[in-house]
């Protein structure tokens, strides 16, 4: 209670006319998800390098993510057996929302970490469902090995990422993201360094700030939902990842 009512404090302490506000948020969100035990303190590092890039492309969805946003919710409604991958940061700033896309697209989501203890996937995932997530897998049920992989984050579940054909994995490691490509799944990254490992290996990346691509995201779905396999096909077909990560190097570079 004492760190909620310190939140409405920052909350109301940030002029609403603050051009950071939003980012200035986000950080407290992220301590009270460290303070819950869902986030590690290296994961508060990794926001800090995010917000970085997010400076470079002037805290905005561009229009190459864009084009990334459309071809991911394409791939995703292809997909037979779709996955959203969540790790700590994630989950904490963005559980609701990370709830909406996984209904919307009848999927699961699996808890995968880097630093993996069975404390803090229990937490995540109690934390997932608690903000409206149906299915959470990666807690019991870890019961599968992704190959040519060593850190904790080969652990799956068999039900999840491992039998799955497209994961969406937000806010990656690059080497399980390369594992994941090797083991044929259409690997879609939401990233915000476009010269990541990440960024280069995933078929589709979406280089944008994670709160704003989810739910943008969630619209594109929605929206095509409404067109036949032939349509989305297309959208995949002229989509080119090289291209949107150049297009955003070079806005970065600006």
Same mark, same amino acid.
């Given at each position: ?7 409405? &404090?920052? $909350?109301n ?6 051009p ?5 948020l986000? +950080?407290?969100?992220? *301590? ?5 035990g869902? !986030? =590690?303190?290296?994961?508060? $590092? ?9 400076y470079l *492309?002037?805290? +905005? ?12 919710a ?18 904490a700033?963005?559980?609701? /929302? $990370?709830?909406?896309?996984a209904?919307?697209?009848g999927?699961a !989501?699996e !808890?995968?970490?880097f ?7 229990? +937490? ?8 409206g997530?149906?299915q @959470? ?8 090995? *992704? ?12 039900k999840g990422? &491992?039998?799955? /054909? =497209?994961v969406?994995?937000p806010?990656?490691d690059?080497?399980? =993201?390369?594992?994941? @490509?090797?083991?044929?799944?259409r690997? *879609?990254?939401? /990233?915000l ?13 979406? !280089?944008?700030?994670?709160?704003r ?7 594109? @779905? +929605?929206?095509?939902?409404?067109? /036949? ?5 297309? $959208? ?7 291209? @949107? ?7 970065? &570079?600006?």
């Open positions: 209670m004492k760190y909620l009512r310190f939140i409405c &404090y920052i $909350i302490m940030i002029p609403e006319s603050h950071r506000r939003k980012s200035l986000l +950080r407290e969100k992220l *301590i009270e998800g460290y303070k819950k869902l !986030v =590690c303190d290296s994961g508060l $590092i990794a926001q800090g390098r995010g917000e970085a890039f997010d *492309i002037g805290e +905005r969805t561009r229009n190459p993510a864009r084009k990334a946003i459309r071809a991911a394409a791939a995703l409604l292809l997909a037979t057996h779709p996955v959203i991958s969540v790790n700590g940061n994630a989950a700033l963005a559980a609701e /929302d $990370i709830g909406k896309l209904e919307e697209l999927c !989501v !808890v995968n970490l630093y993996r203890t069975q404390g803090r996937v229990e +937490r995540i995932g109690a934390h997932l469902k608690k903000s997530v149906k @959470v897998l990666g807690v019991h049920d870890a019961d599968a090995r *992704i190959p040519e992989l060593n850190s904790e984050r080969r652990k799956v579940s068999r990422i &491992y039998g799955a /054909d =497209c969406l994995i806010l990656e690059g080497d399980r =993201c390369e594992a994941l @490509v090797k083991m044929g799944k690997t *879609i990254a939401i /990233d360094n476009p010269m990541s490992r990440t960024a280069r290996k995933a078929h589709i990346t979406i !280089v944008d700030e994670f709160t691509a989810i739910p943008l995201l969630t619209g594109e @779905v +929605r929206r095509l939902k409404e067109k /036949d396999a032939a349509y989305l096909k297309a $959208i995949l077909k002229r989509y080119r990842n090289k291209k @949107v990560l150049e297009d955003m190097r070079k806005l970065v &570079y600006l």
